[in-house]
């Protein structure tokens, strides 16, 4: 087990920066999500950690060894890490058993040793009696779990997970989900998941890298994510976050501010070096909003439409004194208002995001 | 534990790399390399006196003449025939179509000179086939197809199928939605064929247009077969005739003309790019295989005809082979009392050369098939996973020896290996080990494009998750990607061993006593005027074809489609 560290890390393919200036530490026997829409460089950067692709600028460190840089580059082969993939890449040629054991043969492990620890790595992942088959005799979750078996047998230093979940359906995901918050409290080795899946990220992970464009936008625990996201773009990504201009009067001392939202004061948790400036973005939540009498204070909004979602609605509005802002939130049945009604909004709680305005 | 840098991985990486760019180069740019510069210099000496003389000499523009006009003879009626099954099989609802298209390939995987004898025993005074139905021309009449005609009729049969192939390959990759925006815009098939198909087929056309055109013109076994007993040489017979009648004192000379013929095969790929250029073709990826038209009255019309054509090309000629191989003499007609296998005795048993002849074959074509896997898995490996400038120029280079005909790599080989080899101070010329180097250079990339369509079927996570493991190159080679491209690899060795045991243009050249091949064999036998004992031996050929073609189907639910030609 080692920690990964990634500094300043740069990938370009042609005039694309796929990683552009990319830092972040992973310690030993933690559990990283990197989280970001398709395109985002989540795949890039797996890529460089894992060595298939050199390294522009920067450098990647496992442990205390510098294995990626601009004057280095240790091949996958020699990283000691294991990968679970996406597509599981098990090779159909070989058993079960074979698989699992490829990673022991290449290092020269032999004999019983050899067997001993497959067997141990099978019954790890629930798998003892399959040793024989053949993968295409196993349904998707067994793959998955033989996949992983087959990254650790070898007792990696680091394991790079890539999107595991995302050929399985639904129901098998909630199970493997489980499985693998189990299998990293048992084995407790340093784990990468790349994932776009959000609600993956957060029942899984210690900490979550959430990326964008090549860059890195927030390394944080999951609710420190949800809850104060250091940028727009992560407040809109995580938990579909609604960003809104306010204008900050004070600052107290216990976290929170005054700010003007359309007109409506509003309290708001604000970081502690927050400066009562004026101008700046905050990040409200659809369980922050909630439907007022029409007399009360708050702020004056009208109804776009209204969805169906089992028990609530999803109501869509928009705010009277800016008709291109949106908002969402849930309301209880029944609810009755029309496509154009006009209704009054409180806001209970927001995060000033601690960024420059406009970014 | 980590070994910054990974200077043993690199070395191992190189090192094979560089291997096989070496070999690569020794097969395909030397010989040419070679024969280009005798060409310029012969002998050594910068001079023009063999190239004036050769291009003095009538006999060369004859020879050019007839092969310009078999060539492009030949390519138009194959395009025709080629055109016209690849649409009736690709794109309508005609049955059997597997069946038909292992018919109507076949001639393609035969020994050339042996489909042209099969040919020349369905027409003439001789043949057993028209005597036995009492329609044979009298005695003394000519056989018809001892002429330009003739060459073009059989030279067309046997290369429709290139034309089908390539016509077929693109037919599978045209995106469905083009064709149904066509008839939901209210156009008929027809409509749709003359204006959204066929336009869009002009690249995959033009390529099998020139590829037939270049296999026309380098073919020696039917204008030998066809043009030599009534004097109407073509290139290719001539060089032969030019070298076996002087030997290696005319090398000079027929350097000139193998550049002369390679000259006008590069022409006629060249124009091909040119009348492309500046037209996008593009199409979005192919979604689901296309909706077959459906004929209703008219299905069994064309089915009936694909299968008389089969039968024409194919049965005929082959009935009168082999009608041929059972009688004891030319001209004796076929009754149950003449009928006998003596002639089959005397190839198989009594015929120390043909005997040889087999077992160099086998060994050849055994060789040639096994070392070029050896080298094409890795090379493939190279060309689809790593692709940089060196790599794209050793793909390209791959092709030429056997794009041009096969007297130019034959002569130029002869260049290369007629003295002695440095340092080992031992010459090739007059061994066995120049026709197989020709056979490997020619017939290498017949095993590369296989295997490189097994690689591009193949998901790389599978070789990285071995390189996650620990596993270096070589064993990644041999534990993981080997056994994963195993049969495209099996298809390619299928292939080449086919075609080698067929061949006869190379081994023409390059034969010496006791490294005969089958088809110099049957050649000699041909003319000689041992047609029986030569139909004998061609069926002997033909059986061993099919039986490997048959055989192959069996591996065929493994293979990336479109890799056995014979197979629908």
């Not at chain 1, 698989?99 to 067997?119: F, H, I, M, P, Q």
């Not at chain 2, 099996?490 to 061993?497: C, K, N, Q, S, T």
Request: aromatic fraction near 6%.
């Amino acid at each position: 087990m080692a920690r990964l560290t990634v500094e300043r890390l740069a990938k370009s393919f042609g005039a694309f920066r796929a990683l552009d200036d990319v830092s972040l530490q992973v310690d030993d026997g933690e559990f990283v999500a990197i989280l970001g829409p398709s395109g985002c460089g989540k795949t890039t950067l797996l890529r460089q950690v894992a060595g298939f692709d050199k390294a522009d600028g920067g450098r990647i460190l496992i442990g205390d060894s510098v294995v990626s840089s601009a004057a280095t580059h240790v091949p996958p082969e020699r990283r000691r890490i294991g990968i679970v993939f996406q597509s599981y890449a098990l090779w159909p040629h070989m058993s079960v058993a074979e698989n699992v054991a490829y990673g022991l043969t290449v290092t020269g492990v032999k004999g019983a040793e050899r067997s001993r620890r497959v067997d141990a790595a099978l019954n790890l992942v629930d798998l003892h009696g399959y040793a024989q088959r053949s993968p295409a005799m196993l349904s998707g979750g067994q793959r998955q779990r033989v996949a992983l078996a087959r990254c650790l047998v070898t007792e990696p230093a680091l394991v790079l997970l890539d999107e595991p979940l995302a050929n399985l359906d639904v129901h098998l995901r909630a199970a493997m989900e489980n499985e693998f918050a189990r299998f990293h409290e048992r084995t407790g080795t340093t784990m990468v998941y790349i994932t776009h899946d959000q609600a993956e990220a957060m029942a899984l992970a210690d900490r979550i890298a959430v990326m964008d464009n090549g860059r890195l936008l927030q390394l944080a625990a999951p609710s420190q994510l949800y809850r104060e996201p250091a940028t727009a773009t992560v407040a809109r990504f995580v938990g579909h976050g609604m960003v809104l201009p306010v204008s900050i009067r004070s600052v107290a001392a216990d976290g929170t501010c005054a700010a003007d939202l359309y007109g409506h004061v509003v309290r708001l948790r604000c970081a502690p070096t927050q400066k009562a400036n004026g101008e700046a973005q905050v990040c409200l939540r659809a369980g922050d909003l909630t439907i007022v009498a029409p007399t009360a204070a708050g702020v004056a909004a009208r109804v776009d439409r209204a969805v169906y979602q089992g028990g609530f609605f999803r109501l869509e509005a928009h705010i009277d004194a800016a008709p291109d802002q949106s908002l969402h939130l849930a309301v209880p049945e029944p609810f009755t208002l029309a496509p154009g009604a006009a209704i009054r909004l409180d806001v209970a709680d927001g995060w000033i995001i601690p960024e420059a305005i406009g970014n | 534990m980590i070994d910054a840098g990974g200077l043993r991985e690199r070395v191992e990486d190189s090192a094979l790399l560089w291997a096989l760019v070496v070999v690569v180069a020794v097969l395909s740019v030397l010989p040419l390399a070679r024969l280009l510069l005798e060409g310029i210099a012969p002998a050594g000496h910068l001079s023009a006196d063999a190239l004036l003389r050769v291009l003095r000499t009538s006999s060369t523009w004859t020879a050019t003449q007839h092969s310009l006009v078999t060539a492009f003879g030949g390519t138009l009626l194959a395009v025709i025939v080629g055109t016209l099954v690849a649409l009736a099989v690709s794109l309508t609802d005609i049955r059997g179509a597997n069946a038909f298209v292992f018919c109507f390939v076949a001639p393609l995987l035969l020994a050339a000179q042996v489909v042209a004898l099969a040919w020349l025993q369905v027409f003439g005074p001789s043949s057993t086939l028209l005597k036995l139905i009492g329609i044979a021309p009298p005695m003394g009449s000519r056989n018809p197809l001892y002429s330009a005609g003739g060459i073009i009729l059989v030279l067309g049969v046997q290369y429709a199928p290139l034309v089908f192939l390539t016509l077929r390959a693109g037919l599978r990759s045209l995106p469905q939605e083009l064709i149904e925006a066509g008839l939901a815009g209210g156009a008929g098939p027809m409509k749709v064929l003359r204006t959204i198909i066929l336009p869009l087929m002009t690249p995959p056309l033009l390529a099998g247009v020139a590829l037939c055109f270049v296999s026309c013109l380098g073919n020696f076994g039917i204008p030998a077969v066809l043009g030599i007993p009534g004097n109407y040489l073509v290139l290719p017979t001539l060089i032969y005739q030019r070298l076996a009648g002087l030997g290696p004192g005319a090398l000079s000379e027929v350097a000139v003309l193998s550049v002369l013929i390679g000259a006008i095969a590069v022409i006629g790929i060249v124009s091909q790019d040119l009348l492309l250029r500046g037209r996008d073709f593009r199409t979005t990826s192919a979604s689901a295989v296309a909706q077959r038209f459906e004929l209703r009255r008219w299905r069994l019309p064309v089915e009936a005809a694909l299968w008389t054509l089969t039968v024409l090309v194919l049965v005929v000629p082959l009935i009168a082979l082999i009608l041929t191989a059972l009688v004891p003499a030319v001209g004796v007609p076929l009754t149950l009392n003449s009928a006998t296998i003596d002639n089959f005795r005397y190839v198989l048993l009594e015929h120390a050369a043909t005997r040889r002849a087999f077992r160099n074959s086998f060994g050849l074509s055994a060789a040639a098939a096994i070392a070029i896997v050896l080298i094409a898995t890795p090379l493939a490996y190279f060309l689809v996973w790593r692709r940089n400038r060196l790599l794209r120029l050793v793909n390209l280079v791959t092709e030429v020896p056997y794009a041009l005909p096969g007297v130019v790599l034959a002569i130029a080989a002869i260049l290369v290996f007629l003295k002695p080899l440095p340092l080992l101070g031992v010459s090739l010329y007059n061994t066995i080990w120049i026709i197989l180097f020709c056979y490997l250079a020619r017939f290498l990339v017949l095993g590369l494009r296989p295997i490189i369509s097994g690689y591009h079927q193949l998901d790389r996570t599978l070789e990285e998750a071995s390189q996650i493991a620990g596993a270096r190159l070589l064993r990644r080679l041999r534990t993981i990607i080997v056994p994963l491209v195993a049969p495209a690899a099996a298809a390619g060795a299928l292939l080449i061993f086919l075609t080698a045991f067929n061949e006869l243009t190379v081994s023409a050249l390059l034969w010496s006593t006791g490294t005969e091949t089958l088809g110099v064999v049957f050649f000699s036998f041909q003319q000689g005027g041992d047609s029986t004992y030569a139909a004998a031996l061609g069926v002997l050929t033909v059986m061993v074809s099919f039986g490997l073609m048959l055989a192959t189907l069996a591996l065929a639910h493994r293979l990336p489609r479109g890799v056995l030609p014979w197979r629908d």
